[in-house]
């Protein structure tokens, strides 16, 4: 863990980042840094379904993790602010300048089979990176499951944030937008709240 870092997003002709980092003491394990990468945004809607598009979810629940941690401890950073548009190089760059100890990439999924359901967690294909990456996984499926959330699966993929970020990295499928049952729940507001409760709980017993 490691001291807070600043963290400044700046819009000029697109998003660009700025971030000023202060020494940081390997003996300091007071803070638990963690980077919310609210998928999409701007131009690049994600997934979408009548109005409802994949980046308004992501970003609506990454304001109430924020909103709902009250650890002094654990500090969160975000990958855009609003409803910007962030390429994955300038995501992953800022993410490894800050050196967090946890990413959490929040994205919607969407199927031409509309049966499909339930969230799904994706950690990186490198030995290396997997093992702490799919303990944070394993521990946050059991607490979807536990609010009676359904969860197909923890698998590896070569997903850009994942391969690159440096730090351990979980990619979070909230659910199916193309699936009635899971697009009520991504879309109701007390749903929303449920589910960012479910990982501001888990950061703080995570740190």
Do not use: W
Request: net charge neutral; glycine share 4%; charged share 30%.
């Amino acid at each position: 863990m490691k001291k807070p870092i600043q963290f400044f997003v700046l819009l000029a002709l697109g998003a660009c980042f700025a971030f000023t980092m202060p020494s940081k003491s390997n003996t300091d394990s007071k803070y638990f840094n963690v980077v919310i990468d609210a998928g999409h945004g701007g131009k690049d809607v994600g997934c979408a379904h009548d109005d409802v598009a994949e980046k308004q979810i992501t970003d609506v629940i990454a304001h109430k993790i924020m909103a709902l941690n009250k650890d002094k401890e654990v500090v969160i950073h975000f990958t855009r602010e609003g409803d910007n548009f962030v390429d994955l190089n300038k995501r992953v760059e800022a993410i490894n300048a800050m050196k967090p100890d946890l990413v959490l990439s929040l994205h919607v999924n969407y199927s031409k089979e509309v049966t499909h359901s339930g969230i799904e967690f994706f950690i990186p294909t490198e030995k290396a990176k997997a093992e702490k990456a799919s303990a944070y996984a394993e521990k946050l499926a059991d607490k979807f499951e536990q609010k009676e959330y359904k969860v197909r699966s923890i698998k590896p993929a070569p997903m850009f944030v994942l391969k690159n970020s440096e730090a351990p990295a979980v990619m979070i499928q909230l659910g199916y937008l193309s699936n009635d049952k899971d697009r009520n729940y991504l879309t109701d507001k007390s749903k929303q709240m449920e589910m960012a409760t479910i990982i501001a709980n888990f950061l703080k017993e995570a740190k």
